[in-house]
């Protein structure tokens, strides 16, 4: 792999190849100004991996640099680097993310070598994970596809901080789609939103989450499933008999099914939206606010509407243990969903630092790949003994911590 540091510190740029030539991560070249390294993109070198950007630059600085190389098309991974205040590191890694840069690390000066083997096993993970090319689907696809039963459900655990205990599951629909094969949510269900098939979507996925759930009931698992909702379902005042009918059908108490209401884009009728979660309250089925504090959830929808549950969105965990303005967009909001009654959830819990973290701020329960990733239903019982037997030495270290 070809590796380009941009610095025009020598000494820092002479110090961070050292360390890359240790980790034997491959052929390192620097660059002192920008506008070389653009060139040399420009020219043609295009089988460049890894870019390390210093974002105080005197000709071109880091930003103006990230500007270029998206528009160069760069596919390969960058690392942001700086002794600049943390805050603006963090702001320019969400700038390079939103200009569809790969940012695999936003590093303080000085970096240390564990840093860069973290960045290159990422690094290395991107190689292997072959991305599947982009593709269209079409409003027919996807209505031939929900009539045929080619949607299944995943489902990933919840557990709770306190005991580690398993207390429930969140409902992740997959397209098994017979020509390009499993197709995540992102793939399809805008596409669903935007052709009036959201609700068809929906009562799919609730319908195979309520049975499943009753399967695990009768082998004694007594678990919660959670369920996204769009905002395009709660514009139909019939939405809540929909949902009680599948209750009803699968033999569940109302309880034991979780709403999460997700507003991927804005509210089309605040009226009826207030009308449908108010009577599915009212009928005992509880409500969860999801990704709070991004896209257009926010404290009026936590005003207005009555919910049960905060969710923690991920882009806020993922990091909180380095960066102190994400552990206080943490706290604050844990701090919030206690003043009104909530029980809070935390999304995106990867490692052993956050979820320590979490707890010790008094989040209520966890998901994440540190407990697991999406599963099966079928998986899941296997998934639960295997998780009881790691459940007690996990719970003794908690309790050792203060």
């Not at 200009?99 to 993970?125: E, F, I, N």
């Not at 049975?211 to 007594?222: I, Q, S, V």
Request: charged share 25%; aromatic share 6%; hydrophobic share 45%.
């Amino acid at each position: 792999m070809k590796i380009l540091i941009l610095d025009d510190d020598p000494i820092l740029c002479k110090i961070l190849a050292a360390q890359l030539s240790a980790l034997q991560a491959g052929e390192v070249r620097c660059h002192a100004r920008a506008r070389d390294a653009l060139a040399r993109i420009a020219g043609g070198d295009g089988d460049i991996g890894l870019i390390f950007v210093d974002l105080r630059m005197p000709d071109v600085d880091g930003i103006e640099f990230m500007r270029e190389l998206a528009g160069f098309g760069y596919r390969g991974g960058l690392v942001l680097i700086s002794g600049e205040d943390p805050r603006i590191l963090h702001t320019a890694e969400r700038l390079a993310q939103a200009h569809q840069l790969r940012v695999l690390g936003a590093l303080p000066k000085p970096v240390t070598s564990a840093q860069l083997r973290a960045v290159l096993d990422r690094c290395a993970l991107r190689v292997s994970a072959s991305p599947r090319p982009a593709r269209t689907f079409y409003a027919e696809e996807l209505r031939r596809a929900i009539a045929a039963g080619e949607l299944l459900n995943h489902y990933q655990p919840t557990v709770s901080f306190a005991t580690g205990g398993v207390v429930g599951v969140e409902s992740l629909v997959r397209w098994n789609h017979p020509d390009v094969g499993l197709l995540y949510p992102e793939e399809f269900v805008p596409l669903a939103e935007e052709c009036g098939l959201i609700d068809e979507l929906t009562q799919t996925v609730l319908h195979t989450a309520l049975h499943d759930a009753r399967c695990w009931h009768e082998t004694g698992y007594g678990l919660q499933v959670a369920v996204n909702v769009s905002m395009d379902n709660l514009v139909a005042l019939d939405f809540p008999e929909m949902v009680m009918h599948e209750v009803a059908a699968s033999g569940l108490p109302p309880d034991r099914l979780v709403l999460e209401v997700t507003e991927s884009r804005l509210m089309q009728n605040f009226v009826v939206a207030l009308d449908i979660v108010t009577r599915l309250r009212l009928k005992r089925v509880l409500l969860s606010i999801d990704d709070f504090g991004t896209g257009h959830s926010s404290l009026i929808q936590l005003r207005d509407m009555p919910f049960n549950e905060l969710k923690i969105d991920r882009g806020f965990v993922h990091g909180a243990c380095e960066d102190h303005a994400l552990r206080a967009i943490v706290d604050a909001n844990l701090r919030l969903a206690r003043s009104l009654g909530l029980r809070t959830v935390a999304e995106g819990v990867e490692t052993r630092e956050e979820w320590d973290l979490l707890r010790a701020h008094g989040c209520n329960f966890a998901q994440g790949w540190f407990v697991a990733r999406a599963m099966p239903a079928h998986e899941l019982p296997e998934w639960i003994a295997d998780w009881e037997l790691r459940r007690p030495a996990l719970v003794e270290a908690l309790e050792a911590v203060p």
